[in-house]
């Protein structure tokens, strides 16, 4: 409250609650401050004190320690099983300070999609790469999720139609099975290979608020698939106590595949509604965009940390409310043929601003 430089500084010299001084403000803006009851004096006869607020100042400037976001617990609802997941709050700091909204931010070793989520909260355009479709998949979830469908976004790198989708299951069938789980928003099981008792995904849901938690089992087949693959499944159903049952195939179901399907009977809603219990998919159904046949229900989407895996992968945002004109590309259409798109060679060339 005290003047620095007294009179020679041009502060003013009155009296304020029994104490004369050279203040810094005028008689005017000094009342309007005690009635305001932002002037305290702690007892009689000593210089009067301005009362901030933290909320009023702009603090100190971040330094080069940050100890002030925690690190994440387990427990904390943020969490979505990588071991190496930072705080939300830490990349919108880092993002923030170091871009303006619409800038593009690149994180070429993505893993759960912190710094995308981060990005798109304040408004910056941002691609994603990762080496596992695991963390694909858990990205688009964990976006839609928060976004609904304001979020547009594209994924470059993974199958588009059956003849790319049998390439990649030739190639890698783990890697394919990742993918083939995304496809209908079930979270791969957190098992070693050759461990997943017959167990590839699971999808949970609850028919309504407050209900028992209930799931989808899958199982995923690249290669040849026969009606024991179908028995098989039928079994794991019944071990796991589970709602549905769904087999993913690249290959048409037989007549044998079909009637054991049949067989598992179907399952009943709380409605009434029912559905078949096992059900037989097709990679080519699904890219044509049929779904499981399933009550409503909640998606549970955390998953495990993501394996390594040979191709790398790439998501990158659309912001429809964002014109920019398209790069040009040595393909026509601006892509590479959706046959090529599994391999990680073309990635570098087909990234383009839509």
């Known amino acids: ?119 798109q909260r304040l408004g910056r355009e941002w691609i994603g790469i990762d080496i596992t479709h695991l963390a694909i998949n858990l990205i688009k979830h964990r976006l839609r ?18 003849a790319s989708a049998q390439d990649f299951a030739t190639s890698d069938p783990y890697q394919f099975q990742w993918w083939a789980l995304g496809l209908v928003g079930a979270r791969p099981v957190e098992q070693k290979k050759g461990a997943d008792h017959g167990i590839d995904g699971r999808l949970y849901f609850h028919e309504q608020t407050g209900t028992e938690t209930k799931q989808i089992v899958f199982s995923v087949k690249a290669g040849g698939t026969g009606v024991n693959h179908v028995r098989d499944l039928r079994g794991v159903i019944e071990r796991e106590n589970a709602a549905l049952g769904v087999l993913i195939t690249m290959q048409d179901p037989t007549r044998p595949m079909r009637q054991e399907a049949a067989e598992a009977g179907s399952y009943a809603d709380a409605w009434g509604q029912r559905y078949p219990r096992l059900q037989l998919l097709r990679v080519a159904e699904l890219l044509a965009g049929k779904k499981v046949e399933m009550p409503m ?28 004109a398209p790069k040009v590309s040595h393909y026509p259409s601006g892509l590479p043929p959706a046959s090529s798109y599994y391999n990680s060679t073309l990635i570098s060339s087909t990234i383009i601003s839509l």
């Open 1 to 119: 409250m005290i003047g620095p430089g007294g009179a020679a500084k041009g502060n003013p010299k009155y009296e304020v609650m029994g104490v004369t001084r050279y203040l810094r403000y005028s008689k005017d803006r000094m009342q309007e401050l005690i009635d305001q009851g932002l002037v305290v004096q702690t007892r009689p006869g000593t210089v009067p004190n301005r009362k901030y607020y933290l909320d009023e100042g702009k603090g100190v400037p971040v330094q080069s320690l940050w100890d002030d976001i925690p690190n994440l617990q387990a427990a904390d609802a943020e969490r979505l099983g990588y071991p190496t997941q930072k705080p939300l709050a830490l990349l919108e700091r880092i993002i923030e300070a170091s871009s303006r909204p619409a800038d593009v931010v690149l994180d070429p070793f993505c893993g759960c999609g912190t710094a995308i989520d981060a990005a």
């Open 145 to 162: 999720d928060a976004y609904g469908d304001t979020v547009k976004f594209a994924v470059i790198g993974e199958p588009t139609d059956v």
């Open 297 to 324: 229900f909640a998606r549970n989407t955390t998953v495990a940390q993501a394996q390594d895996a040979r191709p790398r992968w790439v998501l990158k945002s659309q912001r429809s409310h964002l014109r920019r």
